[in-house]
């Protein structure tokens, strides 16, 4: 499971903040390495490895804002 295993005192709002802060992150690297890499190959890697961090980050912000409502945090 990609959701990490957190204690139940950390509130969903704060864990959808955090993965959001991740995700902003994760795009402005994949910009970055895309601008600013010389060799194609390592910046295709690259750029695809930090597509897949934006998806997963994306995916569990969405989860954990979804869920925060649900419990009316």
């Not at 890697?45 to 961090?53: C, E, K, Q």
Request: aromatic fraction near 18%; hydrophobic fraction near 60%.
């Amino acid at each position: 499971m990609l959701i990490p295993k957190w204690p139940d005192t950390v509130s969903y709002k704060f864990r959808a903040f955090l993965f959001g802060i991740g995700t902003i992150i994760s795009i402005i690297v994949a910009i970055v390495i895309s601008n600013f890499m010389s060799d194609s190959i390592v910046q295709t890697i690259m750029w695809i490895v930090f597509s897949l961090f934006t998806v997963i980050f994306l995916s569990v912000t969405v989860y954990s804002v979804i869920k925060a409502y649900f419990i009316n945090e």
